[in-house]
């Protein structure tokens, strides 16, 4: 079976099998470059996400503590606060990178209308 011609950051041949008539692995293949830098931004997005659930877990699990009786109310103060500050974080973070999302998709949508002559208006 064939392998991928690339070549991988640390100099070496990439191992992957490729099946014929392609002779570059999805990673070296740089027709599939923009859909590389989707995939990595959608993986991105995903973090925050399962950061913002175990958040809510941990608050969950503190007040069943604090509720039950096995967490003093003061320590269980203390760490709402860490954890709410934590939670204001990765919302600014989330809120960041949505607006990157928002203007990398704005920039390709002008360079489309600047290709396709973009003296035009919307509509004519």
Do not use: F
């Not at 859909?35 to 877990?57: C, D, F, G, V």
């Not at 989330?94 to 607006?99: P, S, T, V």
Request: net charge positive; with cysteine.
């Amino acid at each position: 079976m064939p392998r991928c011609a690339g070549i991988k950051r640390d100099g070496g041949r990439c191992a992957t099998i490729v099946a014929p008539p392609q002779t570059l692995c999805y990673q070296h293949d740089p027709a599939r470059a923009e859909e590389r830098s989707r995939n990595a931004s959608r993986a991105a997005r995903s973090r925050p996400s399962r950061e913002l659930a175990t958040i809510k877990q941990r608050l969950s699990d503190l007040a069943d503590d604090v509720l039950e009786g096995r967490q003093d109310k003061g320590v269980a103060a203390v760490a709402s606060q860490v954890l709410n500050v934590y939670l204001r974080a990765v919302s600014v973070e989330l809120k960041a990178q949505e607006q990157r999302d928002h203007l990398e998709r704005l920039e390709a949508l002008e360079e489309r209308l600047s290709q396709n002559g973009g003296g035009r208006r919307w509509g004519a």
